[in-house]
């Protein structure tokens, strides 16, 4: 079991900046894979960013060049850095976390980013 708890939403600017964590009750070390994702109102949940227990990163094309996703493993703990964010950023975010090795998958209740133009 993995219980995942988000934060660093806000309301912000256009053009502003925004950090993201997500905590993990437990080691991510052996997480085969987290990611971020996104709910907009009215719209179906999105994957924004993940990362993979080997390095390996991949954006969604909303996200490149624009967000930054990383982990620290010795504090749990996953990052979102979002720079130049823009209004179609505003969205619930949450943090996902699969775990191959069990075939399950764990949700955090998300944060709330509001990007005002």
């Known amino acids: 079991q993995v219980q995942l708890v988000e934060s660093g939403g806000g309301l912000v600017q256009a053009g502003g900046s925004l950090r993201l964590s997500c905590t993990a009750s437990?080691?991510?070390?052996?997480?085969?894979?987290m990611g971020w994702y996104r709910q907009a109102p009215g719209k179906q949940r999105e994957l924004v960013a993940q990362?993979?227990?080997?390095?390996?990163?991949n954006y969604s094309d909303s996200a490149k060049g624009r967000f930054t996703i990383s982990r620290d493993t010795a504090k749990n703990t996953m990052y979102l850095q979002m720079n130049s964010l823009r209004p179609e950023d505003t969205a619930v975010y949450y943090c996902?976390?699969?775990?191959?090795?069990?075939?399950?998958?764990?949700w955090g209740h998300g944060t709330r980013v509001t990007v005002s133009s």
């Open positions: 996902k976390a699969d775990d191959w090795s069990s075939n399950r998958d764990y």
């Open positions: 437990r080691t991510i070390f052996d997480i085969t894979v």
């Open positions: 990362v993979f227990r080997g390095g390996a990163i």
